[in-house]
């Protein structure tokens, strides 16, 4: 530890605390600020590195007393950086990520501070999975708190539809368990509201049985992209639910197992999972990789943990990333004409578009069942400028910026909000729709004071 004079205002903390308090002079305060999105960089008063729900209690309480800002830091991936706030108190949740699977009734129980690769590796051993995302790297905290869009939810529903139950504590320093039968208002709220409401220390997911799937990207020269585009918005909606593919306008990347001849050539992929019978596979991904002239196939079977990990190695912590989102409700003939012009103009290799199917099991759940309101839509769709060189931020925030602006107009009007920097309350609002008035109601019965307000903030009605 640094010998550097420390101020004594969190003494009291670190004496009540199982878990570290890293203060600016402590050794370690500088990897545990850092975030995912490497153009953040905040300094936080301290970090209370929680090391179990007494540690999260206190340290509500000690930010209650003192009157400190808050942040609450997950798996540290969110887009704007919320999970680190300067001069906050941060409540760190990241040695949090004990994992409990009950193979029996097909659920999990995973800690507030996992992130999905600590779920997928203990329910993959059993067979089994929860809707979740796209890499194993993002924190099940943030991403389930604002809905969780990812390879299993055509088929299962996003991830707050496998949620079954939700340790919360609350703004007062006190402990809740939300569920349908316990704290509905509450278990509603989560379900896509965010932070906003509590500090989740534990979650409880239903699981499906899940085991080896059969996925991999299919990738089309770039020039090909509209009749790609024309395709894939008719033939996705048309598959079995077992099968789900996303839509990306990507650069190759130059590193096996891509082909060297690919290397850096700006393309359009779809990245196909199927999730239903082995012996059928062949037949229902003979309907999508029938079509065009491929550059490469890479569908193979593989287990779902691998398949969630699969692009981890390309997007490292650290990068700068610039963020801009919307739903759709169809992808028009402009929109793919605007896809093309900015697809073609890419960036950086990292940069990326991806359209992510909303349908399926997604659409069965009424748009007020949960805080989630962007059901009926076809698409959630994320422009992000990416690139390791901070050099570079003006670049890529300058494109997304500018594809976002053309693309908007075709959106339907708001954000998934776990796909938002920090576009302003009125984005905040739209991307709630109907719901955000019952959202400001629950905020006003357990966060009246708005302690938890960093964050895609609903301030409490009234
Ligand atoms: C590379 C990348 C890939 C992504 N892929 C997907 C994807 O496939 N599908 C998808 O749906 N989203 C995806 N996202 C978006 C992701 O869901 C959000 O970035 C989410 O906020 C990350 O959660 P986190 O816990 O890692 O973030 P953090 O930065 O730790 O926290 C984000 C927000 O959630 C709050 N929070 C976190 N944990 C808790 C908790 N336990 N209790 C209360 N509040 C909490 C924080 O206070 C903060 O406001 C991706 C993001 C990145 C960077």
New binding site residues.
């Given amino acids: 530890m640094s010998t550097t004079a420390q101020p004594p205002v969190f003494d009291s903390l670190k004496s009540a605390m199982r878990g570290p308090v890293l203060l600016p002079a402590d050794d370690g305060y500088d990897a545990a600020r850092a975030?995912?999105?490497g153009m953040i960089s905040r300094r936080p008063a301290a970090i209370a590195r929680c090391a179990d729900v007494a540690d999260v209690m206190t340290a509500v309480r000690f930010g209650r007393e003192n009157g400190l800002t808050v942040?609450?830091?997950?798996?540290?991936?969110?887009?704007g950086?919320?999970?680190?706030w300067e001069d906050a108190l941060v409540i760190d949740?990241s040695a949090m990520r004990g994992v409990t699977v009950d193979p029996a009734g097909k659920t999990v129980r995973a800690e507030?501070?996992c992130?999905w690769g600590d779920v997928d590796h203990a329910a993959g051993a059993f067979g089994l999975a929860t809707p979740?995302?796209?890499?194993s790297?993002?924190?099940?905290?943030?991403?389930t708190?604002?809905?969780?869009?990812?390879y299993l939810s055509r088929r299962f529903g996003?991830?707050i539809d496998n949620l079954l139950a939700a340790d919360?504590v609350l703004a007062d320093g006190s402990f809740a368990t939300a569920s349908a039968d316990t704290h509905p208002d509450l278990f509603w709220a989560l379900r896509g509201g965010?932070?906003n409401f509590?500090?989740?220390?534990s979650?409880l997911f239903r699981c499906h049985d899940v085991g080896t799937v059969v996925a991999g990207p299919v990738l089309y020269d770039i020039a090909d992209v509209a009749d790609v585009m024309r395709w894939y918005r008719e033939m996705q909606p048309s598959l079995p639910e077992e099968l789900s593919g996303w839509l990306g306008l990507l650069t190759i990347p130059p590193a096996p197992p891509f082909p060297e001849p690919l290397w850096l050539r700006k393309a359009c992929g779809i990245v196909w999972c199927y999730t239903g019978p082995p012996d059928r596979a062949d037949a229902v991904l003979a309907a999508v990789r029938g079509f065009g002239s491929p550059l490469l196939d890479g569908i193979q079977p593989m287990p779902f943990p691998v398949l969630q990990s699969i692009f981890d190695a390309l997007?490292p912590a650290g990068l700068q990333?610039y963020w801009r989102a919307d739903f759709f409700r169809e992808i028009s003939d402009p929109a793919i004409a605007i896809h093309q012009k900015f697809g073609e103009a890419l960036p950086t290799p990292h940069s990326t578009m991806h359209l992510?199917p909303i349908d399926g099991a997604v659409h069965r759940v009424g748009p007020d069942a949960t805080a989630f309101a962007y059901r009926d839509v076809g698409w959630a769709g994320v422009i992000v400028g990416v690139d390791p060189d901070p050099a570079s931020a003006g670049k890529i925030k300058d494109w997304a910026v500018r594809y976002w602006e053309a693309l908007h107009p075709t959106s339907a009007g708001g954000a998934?909000v776990?796909?938002m920097m920090d576009e302003g309350s009125d984005r905040v609002r739209s991307s709630y729709g109907p719901n955000y008035d019952r959202l400001a109601r629950v905020k006003a019965r357990y966060d009246p004071g708005n302690f938890?307000r960093?964050?895609?903030n609903i301030p409490p009605a009234g």
């Fill in positions: 975030v995912y999105n942040s609450v830091r997950g798996g540290g991936h969110n887009a950086g919320l999970g680190v949740l507030g501070g992130v979740s995302g796209f890499l790297t993002t924190g099940v905290g943030g991403l708190l604002g809905g969780g869009i990812g996003l991830t919360v965010g932070g509590g500090i989740v220390t979650f997007y990333w992510y998934y776990n796909f938890f960093i964050n895609q």
